[in-house]
């Protein structure tokens, strides 16, 4: 007996499961797949003949997705006796793990929540994929569209979509206005709407993580956080710092910063590793229209995800043609990133792009690179041929205007016609070569230069700092101590801890002021007797601002910088001095 009320599960195929914590793909796989409501059934008909197509083309018969038709929106409320969501979609949802959804709508009315908001929590698919390319021939208001290729990482679950809010008048908002001021003494404007802007550790890492490991697993060269913790420091400057903890701690053999790149490495990114960089939130919408190819996979937190992800789309011809998934740390929900267009429903009219693409997507999540670079690689050949719907047909002089289905005709007929695969790739693979070179010939030729056209603004004393310590011990002579400072071109030592762990430096203004002024030989004086202790020391990720007011306060004119337990850089008044004078100064960018 069927474990469901209206779905069926096919009984030929094999569902995909998850084996030790991976997910396992059989080569006759079930997929879901949900219709959609309006424009949905027009575009879902059109793409799963054209992915059934690349399958076959690709494999030979080998592999064959076997779809499961679930249901949500207005077809499941005709079933489900007015249930737009019904327990056992969600259900089968998780069950078949991955799945393709067309797009649906949210009926009017109060009580009704977002379809694809229920889905994300219902399921916890926190992680909001969503790639952005150029495909030749599609219209871009760019003059170099083509330079664009990113995948953002947007959180799900958190940040204000959380819904934490009290309208202004109501008892809960008075109720937290009142705390607010007199518990907290926080200042806003009287009759103020309020709402509540979670940022978790838990959420920020997880995200992250699998932001870096699908650049690990895609080839990508770097990761972004995208933040406002200029800003929002416990929030936003909380997400990023979070981030970096990822890199570092679970990632570190693969990994290094930006900061590292051009200190340690002086702009040639070494071979293996990814770099995790980080952009303040406005500062990114510029990069990605001056300088997009600077950036490969961005993580995000969820409202500036929205924000970006459209933003982005915009660039390369719009959301009708920006793929998107939401995917937990199994289960994978693709799915069309536009509206339901209902005016155009049953008019066999529309792009199918978004869905398209997002079931290429699907197919790189299953391991099926071959029948999704069939499918990516005749696109913009069809398009460039002119043979495009209305969208398109309406922005490129001599186009042929035909339907959907007519579309994935043309598409079919490309892919059964035979792709050289492999010579395509090579010349991808040579192009992506040949961009990644020059951008390092660039980092080494003007390192500062393209830190500052690239965006990058120093955030925390880990932006700055010396990594390399140069170090002496207590036993050591002043003399000896002096001859290493001089060699190594540097104006303090760090000495190493004495019986009691204590850190010390010692500086050229400590040897002035205690050996030259004093009369003392520093052939036989020690370190010990010179050096300061205990040390100031900063954990990384502490703001330049603070540490001014750290150097300000006391009388040490640099910091240790700590991990932990660690000392790992130090940082001195020049450095911030140096970052003000490079960067300018405003109260909210240091």
Known sequence: MSAYRHIRIPTTGEKVSVRNGQVHVPDQPILGYVEGDGIGPDITRACLRIWDAA?????????????????????????YDGNYCPDETIKALADLVVSIKGPLTTPVGGGFRSLNVALRQDLDLYACVR??????????????????????????????????????????????????????????????????????????????????????????ESVTLVH??????????????????????????????????????KGKQPEGKIVIKDRIADIMFQMMLLRPEEFDVLATMNLNGDYLSDAIAA???????????????????????????????????VNPGSLLFSGVMMLEYLGWKEAADLITLVYPEVVSDGIVTYDFARQIDGATEVGTSQFADALIERIRGGVDLEAKRKAQQEQLARERKQREIRRLLQPMEEMLDSGRVPQTVADLMTRSLITCTDDETVESAMHLMTDSDVSSLVVEPNARGE?????????????VRGGRNPATTKVRDVATRPVVSVPAETSIREAASKIAD?????????????????VTETDIFNAVDKFGWAGDVV
Not at 554 to 568: D, E, M, N, P
């Open 55 to 79: 399958v076959e083309k690709a494999y030979g018969g080998k592999r064959k997705i076997h779809w499961c038709e679930v249901y949500l929106g207005e077809k499941a409320a005709g079933l």
């Open 131 to 220: 790639p952005v390319r150029h495909y030749a021939g599609v219209p871009s208001p760019l003059k170099n569209p083509g330079k664009v290729d990113v995948v953002i990482f947007r959180e799900n679950t958190e940040d204000v979509y959380t819904g934490i809010e009290y309208k202004a008048g109501s008892p809960e908002n008075e109720k937290l206005a009142r705390f607010l001021r007199e518990e907290m003494k926080a200042r806003f404007f009287d009759g103020a709407g309020l709402g509540v802007k979670p940022i978790s550790s838990f959420g920020s890492k997880r995200l992250v993580r699998k932001a870096i490991q699908y650049a690990i697993d895609n080839g990508r």
């Open 228 to 265: 406002k913790g200029n800003i929002m420091k416990f929030t936003e400057g909380a997400f990023r710092n979070w981030g970096y903890e990822v890199a570092r701690e679970e990632f570190g053999a693969v990994t290094i910063t930006e900061e590292q790149l051009y200190a340690e490495y």
């Open 315 to 349: 660039e390369v011809g719009g959301v009708g043609i920006a793929p998107g998934a939401n995917i937990g740390d199994h289960v994978a929900v693709f799915e069309a990133t536009h509206g339901t267009a209902p005016k155009y429903a049953n008019q066999n009219k």
């Open 503 to 515: 850190w010390g430096i010692l500086t050229r203004r400590d040897i002035v002021a205690k050996i």
């Open 554 to 570: 006391s009388s040490f004119s640099r910091l240790t910088v700590a991990q932990g337990s660690k000392l790992i850089g130090i």
